[in-house]
């Protein structure tokens, strides 16, 4: 079964400042997709970035970038810039097919 | 080009009545997926459909729960006498057919169940 696991349930970043968000999951397959989604006090979930497993190239998306080791099985989501709005909870995902797995997620404090 | 839409955004029902969760894809968009986050989890996956058919409901409870995405209207899941364990929000997520972007799903503001 695919899992996945988020090992920091708090974070928090300065103003403007980077931080990374971590991420790993477990599964047998080469080909897939890694989604990261937030998710603020209004409880919407947002997409803000997706990594396919058959690029090399890490997705960027504006401030948002993805440190993607397949080898490692790891998706780590670095902030650059980080502004007050990014203050959120932030889930990692997995999709197989029909299957979507998420992490449990980590909650991203932004200090002003 | 308006997003999935949820209703009703919040719904209080007492212990034994039903309750009805709807959802509209986004437009264009074929495939439904139902995901279910207690306080302070991720979300869970439920269930997949297609229009008027179920694909995938391995997530989902066996008993009490359905789901349906009929050829035309929204999406709906259903929890019959529900109990204080379903409060939850149940978010509804959508995606283009496959080779236009299936893979990315794209979610509803959710709704938040609280039973009594």
């Known amino acids: 079964a695919q899992t996945v696991t988020q090992s920091q349930p708090e974070m928090s970043v300065q103003e403007a400042e980077t931080v990374t968000l971590s991420c790993t999951y477990d599964?047998?397959?080469?080909?897939?997709?890694l989604f990261w989604y937030k998710q603020p006090p209004s409880r919407q979930m947002i997409l803000v970035i997706r990594?396919?497993?058959?690029?090399?190239q890490n997705a960027t998306e504006n401030r948002f970038s993805v440190n993607f080791q397949k080898a490692a099985k790891s998706f780590s989501l670095k902030i650059s810039d980080s502004q007050l709005g990014d203050a959120a909870m932030y889930f990692c995902a997995y999709r197989l097919y029909n299957d979507m797995r998420f992490g449990a997620g980590t909650r991203l404090t932004v200090k002003p | 080009n308006a997003g999935v839409m949820q209703n009703p955004r919040h719904l209080v029902r007492r212990r034994g009545q039903e309750a009805r969760l709807r959802c509209s894809p986004m437009k264009g968009h074929s495939h439904v997926y139902w995901y279910r986050q207690l306080p302070e989890e991720g979300l869970k996956f439920m269930v997949y459909l297609q229009k008027e058919n179920i694909i995938d409901e391995s997530g989902m409870p066996k008993e009490r729960f359905s789901a349906e995405f009929p050829k035309e209207g929204p999406s709906i899941l259903r929890i019959q006498q529900v109990v204080r364990g379903d409060s939850a929000a149940y978010f509804c997520a959508s995606s283009p057919t496959l080779g236009q972007g299936q893979e990315t799903q794209y979610f509803g503001p959710g709704t938040r169940l609280l039973v009594l």
């Open positions: 990594q396919e497993a058959y690029k090399q």
């Open positions: 599964t047998s397959e080469s080909d897939y997709y």
